[in-house]
């Protein structure tokens, strides 16, 4: 599918499969979770740019490759998008942290929006859009809006599932964002939820179902 990523590394999957399972504790979902936002976290930076420098090793001075630019921004959308941000800072430890918080109307289903931080100069640097449920689309769209109405031009998502709904959601208001997700469910239920999906996400996540 053009504009996405389908990331299908066997521990990527693997670690689903276990996600998805109702009996999984709300402790072991956590860490799950946290993991398989690590292993996204390296396929979402696989083209990152590089630049060479000068480094002494013990025995040797030598050009070798580091990270260019300035850092990433990590912007998880509250509260699902959390579950992804520790693993990822587990790579990107000086990462900036932006911070959206949305709710979805249960009747309309439209992103209200009750909480937004962002860095200042977000516009110079990449945004990785830490979205897990990729479900209506409605939820992506309004955080992208928001991220680029604070300044952001180069963003990508993350998540755990998408559906095909939620990705013509996005591509249609947000072409040029690439989604990276671990799998496509093909359904939504009558509340927005992704079948069959892992259930809701924050819940399972924090214990509060």
């Known amino acids: 599918m053009r504009g996405v990523t389908i990331v299908d590394h066997p521990l990527v999957q693997h670690k689903l499969t276990l996600l998805r399972d109702k009996s999984r504790s709300t402790k072991g979902f956590r860490e799950l979770f946290s993991e398989i936002g690590t292993l996204l976290c390296y396929e979402v930076t696989r083209d990152l740019?590089?630049?060479?420098?000068?480094?002494?090793?013990?025995?040797?001075?030598?050009?070798?490759?580091?990270?260019?630019?300035?850092?990433?921004?990590?912007?998880?959308?509250?509260?699902?998008?959390?579950?992804?941000?520790?693993?990822?800072?587990?790579?990107?430890?000086?990462?900036?942290?932006?911070h959206i918080g949305l709710y979805r109307d249960p009747r309309t289903l439209v992103a209200v929006e009750y909480f937004f931080k962002a860095p200042d100069?977000?516009?110079?640097?990449?945004?990785?859009?830490?979205?897990?449920?990729?479900?209506?689309?409605?939820?992506?769209?309004?955080?992208?809006?928001?991220?680029?109405?604070?300044?952001?031009?180069?963003?990508?998502?993350?998540?755990?599932?998408?559906?095909p709904q939620g990705i013509d959601k996005v591509q249609g208001h947000h072409p040029d964002?690439?989604?990276?997700?671990?799998?496509?469910?093909?359904?939504?239920?009558a509340s927005g939820y992704i079948v069959p999906g892992v259930g809701d996400v924050g819940d399972r996540m924090y214990g509060t179902k």
């Open 49 to 98: 740019p590089l630049e060479m420098t000068e480094v002494e090793t013990p025995f040797a001075t030598m050009q070798s490759p580091r990270l260019s630019g300035k850092k990433l921004v990590l912007a998880p959308i509250v509260r699902a998008g959390m579950g992804f941000l520790e693993g990822m800072l587990e790579l990107l430890p000086s990462a900036r942290v932006a």
């Open 121 to 163: 100069d977000i516009a110079e640097r990449l945004v990785l859009v830490l979205h897990p449920m990729l479900a209506t689309g409605n939820s992506a769209v309004a955080a992208l809006d928001r991220l680029k109405e604070a300044g952001a031009k180069s963003l990508r998502i993350v998540c755990l599932l998408a559906t």
């Open 177 to 189: 964002v690439h989604i990276w997700t671990a799998a496509i469910d093909e359904e939504l239920d």
